[in-house]
């Protein structure tokens, strides 16, 4: 089974920082890789598919890149309500497997 | 695009709870569904998934033998048959479709399901 780890956890930042999350797979993945935020009391919501493609409507200061084993999520300018939970997620086709990372809590210093 | 879960709450170890997702605002039919959970304060974890026709079904192995997972496609339905229930399966559950990206592009309300004697 593949794993997924997150760090760091959590992330303390100021508004207006530029902040850096990363995700590792246990073996290589490809680019089957996705991130979410998920604020207190809510669902999760896709913010970045495949490792680096923007969801449609999410704002363009949040980005995603790596390949393989190794994948990095970034808030080039955090503001508050950035302040949420962001998880990796990673999937299988065949069979349709998914995986999430135990997620990176953000708030602001 | 609407997912609304039903069915949660309080079940002794041991026992049943069938959890439902009415699906509305797009053609349920032509979607793969899939259910996730979040224990109280912890992480995501994937529980379940269904082809789009029903035939195909794959479960977590924490909750394989126990899980089942069905959808009714006339009624814009889907469902989550869990018996066997413990401890650790309390969480809340959320439906979630499940877009030919491999993403979760929109998910229920979510559903609290406590298992405590």
């Known amino acids: 089974d593949i794993q997924m780890t997150q760090s760091p956890s959590p992330l303390s930042a100021s508004v207006g920082d530029r902040v850096t999350i990363t995700c590792q797979a246990s073996?290589?993945?490809?680019?089957?890789l996705n991130w979410y935020q998920q604020k207190p009391g809510k669902a999760p919501k896709l913010l970045i598919y495949?490792?680096?493609n923007l969801e449609t409507g999410v704002p363009s200061r949040f980005s995603g890149s790596g390949s393989g084993t190794d994948f990095t999520f970034t808030i080039s300018t955090l503001r508050p309500e950035d302040v949420a939970t962001y998880y990796c997620?990673?999937?299988?086709?065949?069979?349709?497997?998914?995986?999430f990372g135990p997620g990176t809590k953000v708030d602001i210093k | 695009v609407q997912l609304v879960e039903s069915g949660g709450g309080l079940v002794q170890p041991g026992g049943s709870l069938r959890l439902s997702c009415a699906a509305s605002?797009?053609?349920?039919?032509?979607?793969?569904m899939t259910w996730v959970r979040q224990a109280p304060g912890k992480g995501l974890e994937w529980v379940s998934y269904?082809?789009?026709?029903?035939?195909?079904?794959y479960y977590a192995d924490s909750v394989k033998g126990r899980f089942t997972i069905s959808r009714d496609n006339a009624n814009n339905s889907l469902y989550l048959q869990m018996n066997s229930l413990r401890a650790e399966d309390t969480a809340t559950y959320y439906c979630a479709r499940l877009f030919w990206t491999r993403t979760f592009d929109y998910w229920g309300q979510g559903i609290l399901v406590t298992v405590s004697s």
């Open positions: 269904i082809s789009n026709g029903g035939t195909s079904k």
């Open positions: 997620q990673h999937y299988d086709n065949l069979p349709p497997i998914f995986t």
């Open positions: 495949d490792a680096t």
């Open positions: 605002g797009f053609t349920f039919a032509t979607y793969e």
């Open positions: 073996q290589d993945i490809r680019h089957h």
